[in-house]
């Protein structure tokens, strides 16, 4: 495209958003961690369900201050459901870094913006158009699609060549007097019209300049160098649980290791095996301080297949009814009382949905 048809390019984009975008509530502010927390949510989830989550940590956490100065526990309770967690630790690493070391400041360029913890390029892009219109680009999913297809590019987008080249693209076409109005229209029209499957090419603003209008092309791009390999992993919880009237009794849990999938996050005892077939428990009772004979009986809850980026887990869940009470739970085990389970900080999704069914079956 000439510098000509690159104006005119930029005048139909925008006004088509004018007339077509949708009204979200961090699109109404300038507010860099408003605009920030939005992205962060947005990278997890679909944007019904992120609306509700932004309202929600939004409410709770007003400012950087406020979230900053939140406990662990109480950031991941709030982003339970969303997955990945690593998001939360990082967004609440970030807002303790800009209180300690930016004077609570948000940093107002692109490089500082870059320094936080969990932001890549997309986000910094975003936050200094957005909040700053800073003449960068903003190049996400949506992004990558509509610019491969107008220039019907096969370069792959999951690679470092791929990567820059379009970002390189992406700022030639960027209206650097109105940046910020210009990256959210790029990604709307990713997201309403450029859409994965069948764009809505005869709709489109910009089809005059794009190489792969009504062409089954479309649907191929953009190309990917090729898909992640998906790991197996097999998890066997098993839950020590004892009846009786009153339901006095107390489950070992734990926080999951820092270093592993579900940081930090509550699990019950737990044997991973690189099979799916049940376990020998020797290991894991004598982790517990427990005997066989101690087990009056088992039972077996329906299994669960719960998939994340990069690894699939088939994941059972045991419960184990003892003859006797045990009040105390070797460490790392922690002693949570049945009636607290409903308090902890967050757990897993697959957890959380066992713990709930546990409440609701045998709370007194
Ligand atoms: Fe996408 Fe079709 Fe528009 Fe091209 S013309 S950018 S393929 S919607």
Redesign the pocket.
Known sequence: MNLSQIRDFQHRLHQWYDAHHRPLPWRDTTDPYRIWLSEVILQQTRVAQGMEYYHRFVERFPDVFSLASASSPEVYKLWEGLGYYRRARHLHLAAQKIVQEMGGVFPSSYREILSLPGVGAYTAGAIASFAFDLPVVAVDGNVL??LS??WASDLEIDTTEGAKGYRAWAQTLLDTNHPAQHNQAMIE??AL???PTS???S?????????????P??NQ?PKKQGKVKVKQRNLHYYLPIFLSESQEFWIPMRSRSDTDIWASLFEFPLVETSTQEPPALEELFSELGITVQEVLRQESLPSVQHKLTHRTLEISFTLLFLREMHSEWKAPWQNIHFSSLAELPAFPVPIARVVQSLIETYAV
């Open positions: 699609r509509v297809r107008l029209l990713g019209i450029c859409t764009p809505h090419c709709d489109c603003p910009v089809h005059e300049f794009c190489l792969s209008v009504h062409s092309l479309a791009l």
